[in-house]
């Protein structure tokens, strides 16, 4: 479990990471280069996530839509949507856990 944590906070900070390039870019804040570079990294780290899920039957997934389901291969950003969707469902969890934590 410890590892996919890992791998979702590593995924999420790369996915934020290429959004904000890509809007610095538009903003002429950033170069094609920063922004490609970024996507690249965005794009290793949510394949790296998917295919530990894959790897380990999807136990620890929390989404509705599987890793191995084949959407997440048909266009180039899904696999960035992949992250959202899990990183979403984790932090969640986190914040339910969190609450019932401080529940008097």
Do not use: C
């Not at 790897?55 to 950003?77: A, F, L, M, Q």
Request: hydrophobic share 40%; charged share 25%; proline share 3%.
């Amino acid at each position: 479990m410890a590892r996919r944590l890992l791998l979702v906070r590593r995924a999420a900070l790369a996915d934020r990471r290429a959004y904000a390039s890509e809007l610095e870019y538009l903003s002429y804040g950033a170069t094609l280069t920063q922004v490609e570079y970024a996507l690249d990294k965005a794009d290793v780290a949510a394949e790296a996530l998917r295919t530990f899920d894959v790897n380990t039957n999807g136990v620890y997934v929390s989404g509705d839509i599987r890793p191995e389901h084949s959407i997440w291969d048909d266009e180039p950003d899904t696999g960035r949507a992949y992250v959202r969707q899990e990183y979403a469902l984790w932090t969640s969890a986190e914040g339910a856990s969190f609450s019932a934590w401080q529940a008097p």
